[in-house]
């Protein structure tokens, strides 16, 4: 039996080489050796953007083409919009009776989030209960693996006191309880070095990013202000032109060679740089290609994504059954003694 | 056009005659001049029975049996059990976004109810965001008319407060605000002149109580202690006895008669509580006719409330598709330029 993972996206913009690095490369190799859901988390991303929702909306279509140009596989991934189902709605409202306010007011990444968006006072109820929608979507998926960065574990930690309590509570062993999948390479740092990599800030590159673009950011691309002559020696750690050859170069004797070159001097930024758009251009070019392919056929791609989220629709059904069965609130009108 | 209105109960035991002057009598009128959807609010129940759910599902049934024995005629009124309609909770879950959670910490109906339930540190999230799935229950039906207590004014004014900031967070018309229909009859006290009447203090007559059941009430009840005497004087104000007789003897110029006579003297207690044994075993016998032949017959009971789900759940379907049209989140995966 293949583990069951569940990850996904907000769709809150096209995805970029950051995402690519740190969770898609990864899921095109799990789809493989795990049964995997993608959701698309318009539901989650509207409880920030509640008043933009033609912004989530477009770029869900935008994130599906991502998916596809990478090579996540629908016959593999089953790949949904969260909102389309609606029996994550249901067991979020029955998972709020398994949290205390209290304990919610305390989640880390909340918090966190709250003070970074500067919503202390005027936090919304759908903001703060969001951890207990995501423990719904881990809990209707059977989601056994999570793929999560290390600041998303308050995430995990959330979703299995919800599903300790709801087992206690009900007597029953019908939710199990999730395994974070931690990250292993390091976040992609955006162009400026910045650890916030953004298409609004300049400093990120999409997956559909043309050579020219690439040419633009990688010039830009922050190196070591020190190393003013070619033939000066200059530093390797903090340079956001190696960490991204680290990142994205096949051949690791190479970045081997040029650190050491770069670091006895004798290497030029442009040089390097010149080498890195290449590199950039090598990976980036077929999901280019891949996008602009697809986007000739939208139909094509919203069927996809229909026969995806039909798919984790009837298995949000039949899971929900199960949970209800255990909450023994799964009346049978049809069948009076199911109601004593 | 007739105005709709929504009502309803919890399903937490068998009502009373509380409930009967307070609310049933109501919508027995009120069906024929309005559109009367009657919620059997299951779902909000669990918020503070979440560890109880066999006592809400065995209720629902015994709560059906009520409505009909009592009148309320399901070719008139849609009988309807809450948490059969998935669109409530995802309703619920997008009105999260409209309301901020200092608000809902400040609600007077919570805060009031968490005092008395004693649940100040440890109260669920659940229980916390109940007026906002209130909200969302009034607005799916688009109840125009909402019968209420004084004391339950704060949800009305909550769930108005959600459907302006709705409309204008979404720029729309499409959600109405409700008005309060405040009930004109005080709230009948118990049998021991407590405020709150509960089968289990024994002071409450269920709908379906027998004559021995009223006798052993009634004979309990409290009327005017200082009057020892037959030949005294007695008070009328605060003695139960004649608040049951206002509230259920349909001959007002007898009661008139009576409480000058209990005032002048020479009106003994068990005299007059007999009296009011006869009044209300006349109320309460056809009910508990109606109730037995009903129980003879469940499965027409829960065809019946079958029947008026999913009547309810065809028209929570319509307006959910409305709101969310609004929202502009209504994709529609057949068609790519809605998708834009």
Redesign the interface.
Known sequence: MKKRILTGDRPTGQLHLGHYVGSLKNRIEMQHSHEQFVMIA??QA??DN??H??K???N??EVMLDYLAVGIDPSKSTIF?Q??I??L??L???F???????R?KHNPTVKMEMQQKGME?????????YP??QAADIALFGGEVIPVGADQMPIIEQTNEIVRRFNS??HTDVLKEAQPLLSLCPRLPGADGKAKMSKSLGNALTLSASFKEIEEVVKKMYTDPAHLRVEDPGRVEGNVVFTYLDAFDPDLNRVKELKDHYQRGGLGDMTLKRHLMQVLENCVAPFRENRERLKQN??MV??L??EG?SRAKKEGQRKLEEIKDA???N?R??H?ST??
Request: glycine share 2%.
């Open positions: 318009d539901a509207l409880t509640y008043d929702p033609e989530i909306r477009s869900i279509f919009i909102s389309q609606p029996q709605f249901e979020t409202f029955y709020l009776n398994m949290v205390t306010y209290n919610l006072e005027t936090v919304t109820a759908g903001f703060m209960i207990v929608s509570v009900y939208p139909q919203l069927d994504l229909q989220t909450m023994r609130i009346y009108l049809d009076f109601m004593r």
